[in-house]
């Protein structure tokens, strides 16, 4: 992570500085570790935040391997319950799941007051319920994905259609998935294309976006010392203000648009989309800011992660490819080479859901759950957790625990094809594979995230074939991650694609 050796430092300083204020001030508190999980011991003051490098979901990971899969850090003032077991996470997800229904509020989330209208970082509350309410009962609804169907399949048809007209030349993945991924969100929510690849105002925006996420994925002292949150000195808060203005900008002309011809009654799309269900609820204490809010976050957070996704999918089937041959054997046996893909195929692709699941395992978007709060103190496998305290769920340490998967470094869709593991799903009730988080809390976008991934990689495998540029070795290929909030490879793959199928299906 760039300039991190900065921010330690800065850390190191700040955190020196605020040891004696606080003593000066009285109000420096010894915490008691007394019946707390198991950790580290740390530094006075900074505690365990210099022992989560540039990888934290590695590191915490290590450090559970000596002090077990329900470990207690101190992060600055804060006081953090890691969690990096199945049965650990089951305790949250499930025993205890009304007490961790809260959020910790972190200061990228409050940027031009964002988190007053955030589904993800509200509180277990009448408004959080409220929104949970309308996403399952009108946004994520089978009937309601169903009735947007065509809308993914345009769009899909258009990504297909421009990866033919570059046929046998190098493709970036990376961008080939992210402006598909965003076009594939925003028309659920917009019925329509907020990005277009040649377009430098599209660039500027996806961009936007981009650094959006990453910015309010980098670690902020404000967080661990609240009293520097004014000062904000990574300039996390002020940065993010900038972006979200230039977003807000862009999406109030969607809203004021769709507005217009709600009132002329003309220009609509011929099914509801998500933004007319909720401009149908400013009846119901919604304002249009919050709304806009709203749509950023669905916008933001469901394209980041699910092209993440999307492209660790490829990347793993491009550098396994007897597994994309199996795959692609399957597409033929199922749907054959004289036509396209369609949604209501994917339920009969078995080896496609165990090749799915196993990227949900290696590489889940969000390595580390957005973190929970105790609401209230409350005992876990024997061990007294604090009131207020963080607490942090290790997805990715889960998905690579030898005590549930046997080989779990390596990349074997077969596990869940016919292995032990055939059985497992991602929807909360399996907590050794829960990509989306589990409980209350779990994924509001899990069922559009489910058609919108198995689609797309139907779509790329069955229509073209796929091998690395001439020169490039597939045991060379860097597989590392860069840690923020979404786990995204470290350096970009480019592939070549050649048509399976006839030309006129193009």
């Known amino acids: 992570m760039e300039g991190q050796w900065v921010i330690w430092l800065s850390a190191l300083v700040s955190s020196v500085l605020a040891y004696f204020l606080l003593d000066l001030m009285g109000k420096r508190k010894k915490k008691s570790r007394a019946n707390l999980p198991p950790g580290p011991p740390g530094w006075p003051i900074v505690g365990n935040l210099l022992q989560l490098g540039r990888k934290p979901n590695e590191s915490l990971w290590a450090l559970s391997q000596k002090y077990g899969p329900l470990m207690t850090l101190s992060l600055g003032m804060k006081t953090a319950v890691v969690v990096s077991s199945s049965e650990m996470a089951k305790e949250v997800f499930k025993t205890h799941d009304q007490n961790f229904a809260g959020r910790i509020l972190i200061e990228a989330a409050k940027a031009l007051s964002h988190h007053e209208s955030s589904i993800a970082f509200a509180q277990y509350g009448d408004y959080w319920r409220k929104f949970r309410r309308i996403a ?33 030349t190098s493709l970036n993945i990376a961008e080939l998935v992210y402006y598909e991924g965003l076009n594939l969100m925003s ?7 907020l990005f277009d690849p040649k377009d430098p105002e599209s660039a500027e925006l996806r961009n936007t976006f981009s650094e959006m996420v990453n910015l309010a994925g980098k670690p902020n002292l404000a967080d661990f010392y609240p009293f520097l949150k004014f000062l904000d000195p990574q300039g996390v808060s002020r940065g993010l203000t900038v972006y979200h203005k230039r977003l807000h900008e862009y999406l109030d002309v969607f809203i004021q648009d769709r507005l217009e011809a709600r009132r002329q009654g003309v220009g609509l799309p011929k099914e509801k989309d998500f933004l007319d269900i909720l401009l149908d609820l400013t009846a119901h204490d919604f304002t249009l800011v919050n709304i806009r809010d709203l749509l950023l976050e669905l916008v933001s957070a469901g394209s980041d992660t699910t092209t993440t996704t999307i492209e660790w999918i490829m990347v793993e089937l491009i550098v396994n490819p007897h597994v994309m041959k199996k795959a692609q054997k399957e597409l033929e046996d199922v749907i054959g080479l004289d036509r396209k893909v369609e949604e209501s195929d994917i339920d009969h692709l078995p080896y496609l859901h165990a090749i799915v699941k196993e990227v949900f395992r290696l590489h889940p978007a969000l ?18 957790i604090p009131k207020h305290a963080m607490v942090i769920v290790n997805v990715w340490a889960i998905g690579r625990d030898p005590k549930i998967w046997k080989d779990p470094l390596k990349f074997m869709p077969e596990r869940f094809f016919n292995g032990e593991n055939s059985k497992v799903k991602y929807k909360g009730q399996n907590f050794e594979l829960i990509p989306f988080g589990a409980g209350r809390r779990i994924c509001l976008g899990l069922p559009l995230a489910h058609q919108m991934v198995h689609f797309t990689i139907a779509s790329l495998i069955h229509s073209f074939n796929w091998m690395l540029p001439i020169g490039v070795n597939y045991d060379k290929i860097d597989m590392s991650e860069t840690f923020g909030i979404v786990l995204k490879k470290s350096k970009e793959l480019h592939a070549i694609p050649t048509p399976r199928l006839p030309n006129p299906l193009y």
Do not use: W
Request: hydrophobic share 35%.
């Open 136 to 168: 399952t009962t009108e946004l994520f609804t089978p009937s309601r994905l169903q009735a947007l169907q065509h809308l993914r399949r345009d769009q899909v048809s258009e990504t297909i259609q421009m990866v033919f007209e570059k046929r046998g």
């Open 187 to 193: 028309n659920a929510i917009f019925s329509k294309n």
């Open 367 to 384: 390595p580390l759950a957005l973190p929970h709060r105790a609401d209230n103190s409350c005992e876990v496998a024997g061990y007294m």
